[in-house]
Nanobody, 120 residues
Framework: VQLVESGGGLVQPGGSLRLSCAASGFRFNDYAMSWVRQAPGKGLEWVSAISWTGGSDYYPESMKGRFIISRDNAKNTLYLQINSLESEDTAVYYC??????????????WGKGTLVTVSS
């Protein structure tokens, strides 16, 4: 299993980014997927999850509205669109695979992350 994130970088407050996660080594369209982030000096924070079909997505209340998760099963790629970026969004963003097609079953593989820095 390999998960490789990309798309991070330095962005001004109010800007947007789309992160990507290229998946390989497993049947991507059989599994729910997720994004998790870790801000400097803080713990892991779940950002979003998406069902194996892409038909359902899930967000904690704090992430609703500015974060949009999506997937392209034909390309084995997971995405995270982040709009109206705030300095508090500065973090390393990780892509993670769930153990099954159900997003509640826990994550078993993680990428190495991509750094998003929001600063003027």
């Amino acid at each position: 299993v390999q998960l490789v994130e990309s798309g991070g970088g330095l962005v001004q407050p109010g800007g947007s980014l789309r992160l990507s996660c290229a998946a390989s080594g497993f049947r991507f369209n059989d599994y729910a997927m997720s994004w998790v982030r870790q801000a400097p000096g803080k713990g892991l924070e779940w950002v979003s999850a998406i069902s194996w079909t892409g038909g359902s997505d899930y967000y904690p209340e704090s992430m609703k509205g500015r974060f949009i998760i999506s997937r392209d099963n034909a390309k084995n790629t997971l995405y995270l669109q982040i709009n109206s970026l705030e300095s508090e969004d500065t973090a390393v963003y990780y892509c993670a695979k769930y153990r099954t097609s159900f997003y509640g079953d826990g994550m078993d593989y993680w990428g190495k992350g991509t750094l998003v820095t929001v600063s003027s």
